[in-house]
């Protein structure tokens, strides 16, 4: 802070007040407390919604994946950003009731905070799609494999840039917390309004895919709602980003920057913890029926009576796709490989059965199941 007077960075005011308004450095109004009673609240919904996916996939299937893991560095990385915003000073104060000092060391939190972000909401992402290509991707020929390829490249390649833009935000970083200090700086509108357009357009994407998918699926119109209900889990996260828009855009057009950052980092807090739901949701079925039944014995990996009523009507019709010493023998991993081909080319289903089985042969194959009263446990 250049001047002819020197000035004292911890007893000096960052802004300016309005007219009538006097500077309060010792006990200013803030909104603190919000904010940490927000981030506590989307730290424990995460938290737990991944202990479950873990305890369901690692106790119950024994089979943890690629998304898996992806989806754990994602929580490692929210953990981290959470205690970031909640260890930051100044959040949500006006600027003149804040010292110079306080707003050099709120600035560098900010800039911590939007450097973790892209790699975790990338991780996030990743495991969602990757959940969505072992769903509906049968054959690597498909139109909806190369989709969801793009959509994770392109993800990839827009969160590795923004994770380096923060980074070099200015040159000499100092001067990104200290004014004082020459150099040169990009616009903050490209690490504020760009991120949270495109999040908005990427999230949409991701939400409308496996509505899609569902919607070709030769399913009942009960059934497609309930699995359309749980993959539209995202709706809020768009519904997130576009609230973070708007008050990003606030941001830009007012000095008084500390005070419109805490709505913008709110926003975000919601956005990252729906995005982490959404990857949670769908091994969610899967853990209710293991509740519920109580019986199963998940070390033998066998399916009780009640746990086969769970599953959907194409799974109970024994004879026609799926024998009863498969169902009992298979365990977790229905049918696989050879006796999936076996069972396509006996049958000659058509390409929409062929592309329920391989729900069926996912984590997700309850998704699509419901409790069918009145039906025989054999044709």
């Known amino acids: 802070m250049s001047s ?6 911890y007893t000096t005011p960052a802004g ?27 730290l424990s919904v995460s938290t737990i919604a991944v202990a479950l996916r873990v305890f369901t996939k690692g106790h119950i299937m024994k089979q943890f994946q690629v998304e898996d893991y992806t989806l754990i560095l994602a929580q490692l990385g929210f953990i981290s950003w959470i205690a970031i915003e909640i260890a930051a000073p100044g959040q949500g104060h006006h600027l003149w009731d804040i010292s110079i000092y306080t707003s050099m060391q709120l600035i560098k939190y900010v800039n911590y905070v939007t450097i973790l972000y892209g790699p975790l909401v990338f991780f996030a992402k990743l495991s969602v799609l990757l959940q969505l290509q072992r769903i509906f991707v049968v054959s690597k020929r498909e139109p909806i494999f190369y989709i969801i390829q793009a959509l994770i490249w392109a993800n990839f390649a827009f969160y590795l840039a923004f994770f380096w833009i923060p980074i070099f935000q200015c040159v000499p970083r100092r001067k990104i917390w200290d004014t004082a200090v020459p150099g040169k700086c990009i616009s903050i509108n490209v690490l504020v309004i760009a991120p949270a357009g495109i999040n908005i357009v990427s999230d949409c994407l991701i939400l409308v895919l496996p509505i899609f998918m569902v919607l070709r699926l030769k399913m009942t119109m009960k059934n497609k709602v309930a699995t359309i209900a749980i993959f ?7 519904v997130s980003s576009v609230m973070r828009l708007v008050y990003s855009i606030r941001l830009t057009r007012t000095d008084d920057i500390f005070w419109f950052i805490y709505p913008v980092a709110l926003w975000a807090a ?18 209710w029926v293991y509740l519920w039944t109580r019986e199963r014995n998940a070390q033998r990996g066998t399916h009780t009576s009640n746990e086969r009523r769970l599953a959907p009507y194409w799974i109970r019709r024994p004879r026609q796709l799926i024998s009863e010493e498969q169902w ?37 194959y309850e998704v699509i199941s419901h409790k069918t009263e009145g039906l025989p446990e054999k044709p």
């Open 4 to 9: 002819d007077t020197p000035v004292n960075i």
């Open 16 to 42: 300016i007040p309005p007219p009538g308004v006097v500077p309060n450095l010792v006990n200013p109004f803030y909104r603190h407390t919000i904010a940490l009673l927000t981030y506590l609240l989307c």
């Open 232 to 238: 539209s889990s995202g709706i809020f996260a768009i």
């Open 328 to 364: 009992s023998s298979s365990g977790d991993n229905l049918p696989l490989k050879g006796d999936y081909s076996k069972l396509q080319g006996r049958e000659k289903e058509s390409r929409q059965d062929e592309l329920e089985m391989q729900i069926l042969k996912t984590e997700t």
């Open 270 to 287: 919601a956005e990252l913890t729906t995005v982490i739901l959404a990857a949670t949701f769908p091994t969610m079925p899967r853990l």
